[in-house]
């Protein structure tokens, strides 16, 4: 077990449930409104894997930019949000203390 077994729990349950909701999620999809007036889901999906691309960064690089770097929105929101989650999972096994900006975080918290 995990020395941050609560927390690693959490974020496994929680991209789980990411994982098995966007199952459903077609290209056609895409389009549809969300809460948020400005977005479509294609833009929720893409900010939710941008998400999961800088909590990725502060796990294995121990460190989070404070600005990401140039990205091209992938052609599949969906694919893409998948293998950033896989990528959190497998980081998440092997946490140490992360810096994010001047500040130190013990990786359990990310």
Do not use: K, N, Y
Request: hydrophobic share 45%; charged share 25%; aromatic share 2%.
């Amino acid at each position: 077990m995990r020395a941050d077994a609560c927390g690693g729990r959490l974020l496994d349950r929680a991209i789980g449930f990411a994982l098995t909701t966007v199952q459903a999620v077609t290209p056609d999809m895409l389009a549809r409104r969300t809460p948020c007036a400005a977005w479509d889901l294609g833009m929720l999906l893409v900010h939710l894997g941008e998400s999961l691309a800088a909590l990725h960064e502060g796990m294995s690089a121990g460190r989070v930019g404070r600005e990401p770097g140039p990205q091209r929105p992938p052609d599949d929101p969906v694919s893409a949000l998948r293998v950033r989650a896989v990528r959190v999972l497998r980081a998440s096994a092997a946490l140490d203390a992360v810096a994010v900006g001047d500040r130190r975080l013990p990786g359990g918290m990310l």
